[in-house]
């Protein structure tokens, strides 16, 4: 950043990674000028640490037109994203997890190949599972292609001043010269150890040091031959000398290897593979992190926000981490553009703690109960050398821990309440009507306009699905097959909230009201056969006015 000591933005975004870059995007699209700071440098590599792009992530990815080349990326089209347990990558299998490739993934028609644990998920975009290795170039340079994004490679962000009406932020570039950044609001995506939450004074609370974990990214084309069958995606592996977990990075020669509590690094990645002294490997990094699971107690101080890692850490269950941050900015990112285009007053940012803060608790506590499930079951101390054992007693001791390994875990990997079932219950933005919203867990959920759900999806057209056709803020489903009341066009004109209207007459069950108000973000704000007498205040509750 030679010669520049001064910036002027709307809104400065700490951190560079999945979190950040969406958050920038998705206001860049929304008419937002943003400035993204990253320590790091444009081609320094990612981590590997995040393999799961769930589908939500990728509905929003559809949103900004980037999902294809995501789902395109990592694995070989025909490998397998099957799920395996097993003693070890060349030891016997306990059960399977059948996951499609990308070529069984989408059928000819754009939805989900059929016979698979989510085959029948209600989106248009089902989930990917490539590291995040490859995601963040992708995201990076599809963000590159924002005129309203400026990006700030190898720089690292040192204090920020809340002056009321903007934030300075004050930045040190990795030559040494120092600059300002002067924008409306600040958001902290800057990971687990966050500079920014420290700033706000912050704390994490929950579940701290629940295991340790080594995890090597490794470079190994040898791993692919040592499985006995059909490899796998990820491979568990529980024998009573390891307990670990192998990861194709590209299904050739790049593999993530964790083991817990491991003592001897090359040791445990031999007891892990089932690998005798011939085999070798080149290490591209370690890691070494602990699980835990710590829930910010706010996410907003002033004009500063954090999302993502900065606002919550997760035990690495589902692959939901990265995920949850951008679900957090995609609700955040909405409501500060309609803020900072005048649509909105400054008390619609007041619904994105009250909705985001429970659901991240709510969400964090699925994953931590599925964990502490599989671990009480799969420690190493408790699993016995008979399993290995190719006896009849052996054989036995497998299948039965495979049926129980099946049941504690397909849920983690087809993970349809995660993704669909979360809904907003104490938002000041949506009108609720006293109906309850359906009950989920980690695999399963039920569609619903309940206000505060997700919109559920249907298509409209073969390849046109209803979000889609979603405006940049509201969006009024008419299924009256009747014109809209001419008064509610005029009374969102009056609070300066641009309204989308769209007539869905053949909407399928869960649509059971003459019109549904949608929320660019997804979720549902309103529903009703008819429209409140007195609109006004109607429209001022969605647009935060008091």
């Excluded at 994004?149 to 932020?169: Q, S």
């Amino acid at each position: 950043m030679p010669g520049v000591a001064h910036l002027d933005t709307q809104v400065t975004v700490i951190g560079a990674g999945p979190v950040g870059l969406t958050l920038a995007m998705d206001l860049a699209q929304r008419g937002i000028d943003v400035t993204v700071v990253e320590r790091r440098a444009e081609d320094e590599p990612a981590d590997a640490k995040c393999n799961t792009v769930a589908a939500r992530t990728m509905e929003a990815f559809r949103r900004l037109r980037v999902a294809d080349e995501v789902r395109a990326a990592g694995l070989a089209d025909d490998f397998p994203t099957d799920v395996i347990y097993c003693t070890a990558i060349s030891g016997e299998e306990l059960t399977r997890i059948r996951m499609p490739s990308r070529d069984e993934r989408l059928a000819a028609d754009g939805r989900s190949a059929p016979g698979f644990p989510d085959s029948e998920w209600p989106t248009p975009e089902p989930v990917v599972r490539v590291s995040q290795l490859y995601l963040n170039p992708i995201l990076y340079a599809h963000a590159r292609t924002f005129e309203r994004i400026t990006l700030l490679p190898e720089t690292a962000f040192v204090r920020y001043e809340d002056h009321g009406d903007a934030v300075t932020v004050h930045c040190e570039h990795r030559a040494g010269e120092e600059s300002s950044i002067r924008s409306r609001y600040l958001v902290g995506c800057d990971g687990g150890s966050s500079p920014t939450r420290k700033q706000m004074g912050v704390a994490l609370v929950g579940d701290d040091a629940i295991g340790r974990t080594r995890s090597s990214l490794v470079r190994c084309p040898a791993i692919k031959d040592l499985f006995p069958g059909k490899p796998a995606w990820m491979s568990w592996v529980v024998n009573p000398r390891a307990t670990g977990t192998v990861v194709a990075i590209d299904g050739e020669k790049l593999w993530l290897i964790h083991r817990t509590d491991a003592v001897d690094p090359d040791g445990s990645i031999r007891d892990v593979l089932g690998a005798g002294d011939d085999l070798t490997w080149e290490v591209v990094h370690h890691q070494d992190w602990t699980a835990r699971r710590l829930v910010a107690e706010r996410c907003r101080d002033g004009n500063v926000f954090i999302c993502g890692d900065a606002a919550h850490i997760w035990i690495p269950f589902a692959g939901y981490g990265m995920n949850a941050g951008i679900a957090d900015c995609t609700n955040l990112s909405w409501m500060m553009a309609a803020v900072l285009n005048g649509q909105a007053g400054d008390g619609l940012l007041d619904a994105h703690e009250r909705e985001r803060h429970p659901i991240t608790e709510q969400v964090s506590q699925l994953a931590m109960g599925k964990a502490m499930e599989y671990m009480q079951r799969a420690q190493r101390r408790r699993i016995p050398a008979i399993l290995e054992s190719r006896s009849l007693l052996g054989r036995l001791v497998r299948k039965r821990l495979g049926r129980q390994l099946y049941d504690i875990n397909w849920p983690q990997f087809a993970c349809e309440g995660l993704n669909f079932g979360y809904y907003y219950d104490d938002s000041p933005i949506i009108h609720y009507d006293g109906a309850d919203a359906p009950s989920y867990d980690m695999g399963t959920a039920t569609p619903s306009t309940v206000p505060g759900c997700r919109l559920p999806h249907f298509w409209m057209t073969e390849r046109q699905s209803v979000y889609d056709v979603l405006g940049p803020n509201y969006t009024l489903l008419n299924r009256s097959r009747e014109a809209v009341d001419d008064r509610v066009g005029p009374a969102f004109e009056r609070a300066r909230m641009p309204l989308r209207v769209v007539d869905v007459p053949d909407a399928p069950e869960p649509y059971a009201h003459r019109y549904v108000l949608a929320r660019t973000d997804q979720h549902v704000a309103w529903r009703g056969d008819a429209f409140p007498a007195d609109l006004d205040p109607f429209v001022a509750r969605l647009t935060g006015h008091p």
